[in-house]
């Protein structure tokens, strides 16, 4: 995977922040990725190319349980979210869509706004194309990476009920 | 060596004589609960892969709470759509209009959180019904559809903190004082992860309802989910709600514990949590004067019968300030009939407030009171973030019902205590 990356260095961005509530009487992936990041950047959508990814800080999508965050940055074009940490259902919400969530301790400082990135999830790695720097992230765990390769919890489960 | 109760409930329902916190766990879930926004796109997920019934009509509870009652056309289809499924599927258990209520509030009043039950819902503040002793958890709609298909769902084992709260907890000052300082105190990524179990004399001390107000917040500070060793208080709570057999789990002695933190709160003062992270609690003190817009009474977190009284005793022959909205939103049906019984609702109409039906409504700025740009509110909920309530421009500062009532009438943040 390469793409550009987008920076927000604050820790904590939250769920609310990625969808507003006001967006979410509407399910459709499409719709939603209109939104997206609006009430923090109103100029995201303007930034983001397809496959491009964003890195942020700590705890990132904390809050609100609501899945509509990682659909609505996958359908921005968002191909992967690193963060210094990830809050704990937003993570199980990108596993569970084969989305990655890549958590990589000091990315938010060390990557550039605009950098160029190329990431080896199997490597656990990021190369930074830009800053020709290689940074080493924790693999995901294996179920994470079954999962992903699976295309996510809904079809691993598919199969096992067959 | 011994275990903790999260760790008893989620080895019985994975078939497990014992497990260790990092185990990777299919656990069976007792009961999963269905709210207006998750659900949706649970069912689209169901019908997409071909998944034609749901493993169990009768652990599923739906219980359309956030838009209710619908606020636009997309959330009516939305409610619609979700009817014509649980026809089809055989779900009795539907709390639709007439009987509805925030989903958390509703759960444990009509009976289904007994302790030592796995709990889901496609909602974080899940976490609510550890306060019975169960494990409960809240999750997104791809893991709300593959447990509605199959009963189980995955969990890391997550490992615990142990919060001893003792000390006397001073007049003014309340069980949603308590968590936010805690949230406070550790940060809102302070418990990631990780059960937060609370215990000592004053959980001991409190009721059934302020137990549910401190676990709700347990997602506030990250935690996967926050949880209360059952004792006599919560078997009555349970006994007097349902007949359903159920077995009482409680940590042992020697379990083990990630973390221990000691809380006394004899000199705990009132707390307001600052914008716009839960996490920025200050002593109220330090809040009195700003001037406010709007009031909300309401929410998961303190919208109980318990928290009207508290508010009504405040407001009893008194006025809400001139330019200061307020906003009452009982959690339940029940709640609403109860505090209309007890004259509660009088009460806050005859003070210039208006009651709502119950809703989520604005607590998440559905509808039913956003806020507009440079308005601020004080509320009983519990998320301050960026445009919780409204507009990206406003602003919420959480505080106990006593607080919201107090800065109600004094059209700026107030210290309870002095109208107490
Ligand atoms: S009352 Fe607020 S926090 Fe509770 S479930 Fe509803 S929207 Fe969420």
Same mark, same amino acid.
């Given at each position: 995977?390469?793409?550009?990356?987008?920076?927000?260095?604050?820790?904590?961005?939250?769920? %609310?922040? #990625?969808?507003?509530?006001?967006?979410?009487? @509407?399910?459709?992936?499409? +719709?939603? /990725?209109?939104? !997206?990041?609006?009430?923090?950047?109103?100029?995201?959508?303007?930034?983001?190319?397809?496959? %491009?990814? #964003?890195?942020?800080?700590?705890?990132?999508? @904390?809050?609100?349980?609501? +899945?509509? /965050?990682?659909? !609505?940055?996958?359908?921005?074009?968002?191909?992967?979210?690193?963060?210094?940490?990830?809050?704990?259902?937003?993570?199980?919400?990108?596993?569970?869509?084969?989305?990655?969530?890549? +958590?990589?301790?000091?990315? !938010?400082?060390?990557?550039?706004?605009?950098?160029?990135?190329?990431?080896?999830?199997?490597?656990?790695?990021?190369?930074?194309?830009?800053?020709?720097?290689?940074?080493?992230?924790?693999?995901?765990?294996?179920? !994470?990476?079954?999962?992903?390769?699976?295309?996510?919890?809904?079809?691993?489960?598919?199969?096992?009920?067959? | 060596?011994?275990?903790?109760?999260?760790?008893?409930?989620?080895?019985?329902?994975?078939?497990?004589?014992?497990?260790?916190?990092?185990?990777?766990?299919?656990?069976?879930?007792?009961?999963?609960?269905?709210?207006?926004?998750?659900?949706?796109?649970?069912?689209?997920?169901?019908?997409?892969?071909?998944?034609?019934?749901?493993?169990?009509?009768?652990?599923?509870?739906?219980?359309?709470?956030?838009?209710?009652?619908?606020?636009?056309?997309?959330?009516?289809?939305?409610?619609?759509?979700?009817?014509?499924?649980?026809?089809?599927?055989?779900?009795?258990?539907?709390?639709?209009?007439?009987?509805?209520?925030?989903?958390?509030?509703?759960?444990?009043?009509?009976?289904?959180?007994?302790?030592?039950?796995?709990?889901?819902?496609?909602?974080?503040?899940?976490?609510?019904?550890?306060?019975?002793?169960?494990?409960?958890?809240?999750?997104?709609?791809?893991?709300?559809?593959?447990?509605?298909?199959?009963?189980?769902?995955?969990?890391?084992?997550?490992?615990?903190?142990?919060?001893?709260?003792?000390?006397?907890?001073?007049?003014?000052?309340?069980?949603?004082?308590?968590?936010?300082?805690?949230?406070?105190?550790?940060?809102?990524?302070?418990?990631?992860?990780?059960?937060?179990?609370?215990?000592?004399?004053?959980?001991?001390?409190?009721?059934?309802?302020?137990?549910?107000?401190?676990?709700?917040?347990?997602?506030?500070?990250?935690?996967?989910?926050?949880?209360?060793?059952?004792?006599?208080?919560?078997?009555?709570?349970?006994?007097?709600?349902?007949?359903?057999?159920?077995?009482?789990?409680?940590?042992?002695?020697?379990?083990?514990?990630?973390?221990?933190?000691?809380?006394?709160?004899?000199?705990?003062?009132?707390?307001?949590?600052?914008?716009?992270?839960?996490?920025?609690?200050?002593?109220?003190?330090?809040?009195?004067?700003?001037?406010?817009?709007?009031?909300?009474?309401?929410?998961?977190?303190?919208?109980?019968?318990?928290?009207?009284?508290?508010?009504?005793?405040?407001?009893?022959?008194?006025?809400?300030?001139?330019?200061?909205?307020?906003?009452?939103?009982?959690?339940?049906?029940?709640?609403?009939?109860?505090?209309?019984?007890?004259?509660?609702?009088?009460?806050?109409?005859?003070?210039?407030?208006?009651?709502?039906?119950?809703?989520?409504?604005?607590?998440?700025?559905?509808?039913?009171?956003?806020?507009?740009?440079?308005?601020?509110?004080?509320?009983?909920?519990?998320?301050?973030?960026?445009?919780?309530?409204?507009?990206?421009?406003?602003?919420?500062?959480?505080?106990?019902?006593?607080?919201?009532?107090?800065?109600?009438?004094?059209?700026?943040?107030?210290?309870?205590?002095?109208?107490?």
């Amino acid at each position: 995977m390469e793409g550009n990356a987008h920076v927000y260095q604050n820790n904590h961005i939250n769920t %609310d922040e #990625i969808i507003p509530a006001r967006y979410l009487n @509407c399910d459709q992936e499409a +719709e939603l /990725a209109g939104h !997206a990041m609006e009430d923090i950047d109103v100029d995201f959508l303007k930034k983001v190319k397809t496959g %491009d990814f #964003i890195v942020s800080g700590d705890d990132f999508g @904390c809050g609100s349980s609501r +899945e509509h /965050a990682v659909w !609505a940055l996958r359908g921005a074009g968002i191909r992967a979210v690193i963060a210094n940490s990830f809050a704990r259902i937003f993570y199980r919400n990108c596993i569970n869509n084969g989305f990655p969530a890549i +958590e990589c301790p000091g990315a !938010a400082q060390a990557i550039r706004d605009g950098d160029r990135l190329e990431i080896d999830l199997a490597a656990g790695q990021i190369v930074n194309l830009s800053q020709n720097q290689t940074v080493q992230f924790r693999p995901l765990p294996d179920f !994470a990476r079954e999962m992903i390769a699976a295309g996510g919890l809904m079809a691993q489960i598919k199969k096992e009920l067959k | 060596m011994g275990a903790t109760i999260t760790e008893k409930i989620l080895a019985v329902h994975s078939a497990r004589e014992k497990v260790t916190p990092g185990d990777l766990v299919n656990c069976e879930i007792d009961t999963i609960m269905c709210h207006d926004v998750t659900t949706t796109p649970a069912i689209d997920m169901l019908e997409k892969y071909g998944i034609k019934d749901v493993c169990d009509p009768e652990r599923i509870v739906i219980m359309p709470d956030h838009f209710v009652p619908n606020k636009d056309i997309k959330s009516a289809e939305m409610v619609a759509k979700i009817r014509r499924w649980a026809k089809a599927q055989n779900i009795r258990q539907f709390f639709d209009l007439g009987r509805h209520g925030v989903c958390h509030a509703l759960l444990p009043e009509q009976g289904f959180v007994t302790p030592g039950k796995t709990i889901i819902c496609g909602d974080s503040h899940t976490c609510t019904h550890g306060a019975l002793g169960a494990f409960s958890t809240g999750v997104g709609s791809t893991d709300l559809a593959a447990t509605l298909a199959t009963g189980k769902l995955w969990f890391k084992v997550p490992e615990s903190q142990r919060f001893i709260v003792s000390g006397h907890l001073p007049e003014g000052v309340y069980a949603k004082d308590i968590i936010l300082q805690i949230i406070g105190q550790i940060g809102v990524d302070g418990a990631l992860y990780k059960a937060m179990e609370f215990c000592g004399e004053v959980i001991d001390e409190l009721s059934v309802e302020g137990r549910m107000t401190i676990c709700n917040m347990a997602i506030e500070a990250g935690g996967k989910s926050g949880v209360i060793n059952p004792d006599a208080k919560t078997l009555e709570y349970v006994r007097t709600r349902t007949d359903t057999k159920f077995t009482v789990y409680r940590s042992d002695a020697d379990a083990q514990y990630a973390q221990t933190f000691e809380i006394n709160v004899s000199d705990l003062e009132p707390v307001v949590a600052f914008p716009h992270l839960p996490g920025n609690v200050k002593p109220v003190r330090l809040a009195a004067g700003i001037p406010v817009d709007q009031a909300y009474l309401g929410s998961c977190t303190n919208g109980r019968i318990e928290d009207l009284r508290v508010a009504a005793q405040i407001l009893k022959g008194r006025v809400v300030a001139v330019g200061t909205r307020m906003i009452v939103v009982p959690a339940t049906t029940e709640i609403w009939k109860q505090a209309n019984r007890e004259g509660l609702l009088d009460i806050f109409m005859a003070a210039g407030a208006t009651v709502s039906t119950p809703t989520c409504g604005a607590c998440l700025g559905g509808h039913m009171g956003i806020l507009a740009a440079g308005e601020r509110c004080i509320s009983s909920t519990n998320r301050n973030f960026v445009g919780r309530m409204g507009s990206p421009k406003s602003e919420v500062y959480l505080a106990s019902p006593a607080t919201v009532a107090a800065s109600a009438m004094a059209g700026k943040i107030a210290d309870p205590r002095q109208y107490l």
